[in-house]
């Protein structure tokens, strides 16, 4: 089974701090997303990378950066966190091949205070 | 208009009823269709990947798409209170792997 490990289950932080979120899979898929997902909206796309050290944006990257320095590891970053990013944030992979669904790890709770 | 409708529900039905959820999309280029349930505090996991129109049954779980209305369901069989969930669909076209999901349908099943 893939395993989608997120790294903090609840975070608290405060407006202006920059934030890390990580993600670590362990099936040697090429292909990585950050999502964020809130009520109504549903799952939005901010950032996905298709190999190490490469990174597309998504649908809201504004406020967001990503790094992916290893295969298995993609850190979301916020650069100045503010009360509006409070959201649930997943981590998904993909392998490269075919258009083959996405694993999701059990999202970070993010609060900004 | 979003590119994927759900209704969010609540979508409240008695132990053992069939469900039927659904969505609908405007983008006819979309041609993997996927299935997600979501339980509190925790992620999505696949329940039911098609490519392209027709139906694909997995246990209680059948999924069907019709590409000429724009519109999938999934249905659930023999409901369970285990079942209580949010259920999220999503497609993707034929070149790449992003996703687009609507925006879930919250079911209950009441024992």
């Known amino acids: 089974d893939v395993k989608v490990t997120q790294s903090s289950r609840y975070l608290v932080k405060r407006t202006g701090e920059k934030v890390f979120l990580e993600c670590v899979q362990d099936?040697?898929?090429?292909?990585m997303f950050w999502y964020r997902q809130d009520p109504g909206l549903g799952l939005r796309l901010i950032y996905f990378?298709?190999?190490?050290?490469?990174?597309e944006k998504g649908d809201i990257p504004e406020g967001y950066s990503v790094s992916r320095e290893k295969k298995e590891r993609f850190s979301l970053i916020l650069e100045s966190a503010s009360t509006n990013q409070t959201s649930m944030y997943l981590c998904?992979?993909?392998?490269?091949?075919?258009?083959?669904?996405?694993?999701f790890g059990d999202g970070t709770r993010l609060s900004i205070l | 208009q979003k590119e994927v409708e759900q209704d969010p529900g609540p979508l409240s039905v008695p132990e053992g009823a069939i469900v039927s959820l659904n969505c609908t999309y405007s983008?006819?280029?979309?041609?993997?269709f996927m299935w997600y349930r979501q339980y509190s505090r925790k992620g999505p996991e696949l329940l039911m990947y098609?490519?392209?129109?027709g139906n694909k049954e997995d246990g209680r779980f059948t999924a069907q798409v019709d590409k000429s209305s724009k519109y999938i369901s999934l249905f659930i069989r023999d409901s369970q209170p285990s079942d209580s969930a949010t259920y999220l669909c999503?497609?993707?076209?034929?070149?790449?792997?992003?996703?687009?999901f609507g925006a879930g349908t919250i079911l209950r099943v009441k024992s």
């Open positions: 998904a992979s993909s392998p490269q091949q075919g258009n083959q669904p996405q694993h």
């Open positions: 099936m040697d898929h090429e292909n």
């Open positions: 990378s298709y190999d190490v050290k490469m990174k």
């Open positions: 983008n006819s280029a979309f041609q993997y």
């Open positions: 098609t490519y392209s129109s």
């Open positions: 999503a497609m993707s076209g034929p070149y790449g792997n992003k996703l687009v």
